[in-house]
């Protein structure tokens, strides 16, 4: 069953402390994308991967940090420097690295910090 | 710098009717653009695209329309059906973005019967 996982589907944490949110991925795709999702915004970028051990900081990385050691495999941290890390986060993945394709996307995991 | 808006937050339609959804973008190397459809609590999945090299693309009951000169583009749902009600983002890249996406806010559709 090929797919994108993400767990927990709900999280919660109390302020202060870090908190990884799971991402894999068994399509064998080379990219892969860490989103936040808003109320009444868009689906923002925080870091992204396009090969192993190799990752970019996206448009809003600060407070967050990543790591890619296996291809199925890309670990977000929400640290306590991020001021507000309640939201919905996405993991997505596209088979390249370099043209545009499409993404496809994770069921996402609903982070609340208290 | 929001670089692909979506103006409308949300837009209501009858069922069996046109829905029209509405983005603009604003980097001239964006060349290729996505919608992706989301329901709650969901990750967004791919609805349709197209490339700057075509002014419309078509997949059963959703055409895309690019307007190059414009920088616009729009989502035409006909005929709207109720399961269609949902958040829908547009999408854009260029070549200097690789495979990054750039997304707008969304508009809430909501279809009624």
């Known amino acids: 069953d090929g797919g994108i996982t993400q767990s927990p589907k709900y999280l919660f944490r109390k302020e202060g402390q870090n908190v990884t949110l799971s991402c894999e991925q068994n399509?064998?795709?080379?990219?892969m994308y860490w989103y936040r999702q808003d109320p009444g915004q868009g689906l923002r970028l925080i870091y992204y991967?396009?090969?192993?051990?190799?990752?970019q900081k996206g448009d809003i990385a600060e407070g967050y940090s990543v790591s890619r050691e296996k291809k199925e495999s890309f670990p977000l941290t929400v640290t306590s420097a991020q001021k507000n890390p309640t939201a919905f986060y996405l993991c997505?993945?596209?088979?390249?690295?370099?043209?545009?394709?499409?993404?496809?996307f994770g069921p996402g995991t609903r982070l609340t910090v208290t | 710098d929001q670089q692909v808006k979506q103006n409308s937050p949300s837009l209501s339609v009858q069922e069996g009717r046109i829905s029209i959804l509405n983005c603009d973008y604003t980097n001239s190397m964006f060349d290729y653009f996505l919608w992706y459809k989301k329901y709650p609590a969901e990750g967004p999945t791919f609805l349709i695209s197209i490339s700057s090299i075509k002014d419309k693309n078509e997949d059963g009951r959703f055409t895309v329309f690019l307007n190059k000169s414009a920088k616009h583009l729009s989502l035409h749902i006909v005929p709207s059906q109720p399961g269609d009600s949902a958040v829908y983002f547009c999408a854009a890249t260029g070549e200097t973005s690789g495979s990054r996406l750039t997304f707008g806010e969304g508009t809430q559709l909501t279809v009624n019967p």
């Open positions: 399509l064998n795709h080379d990219a």
């Open positions: 997505a993945t596209s088979r390249s690295a370099r043209e545009a394709d499409e993404q496809y």
């Open positions: 991967s396009q090969i192993v051990n190799d990752f």
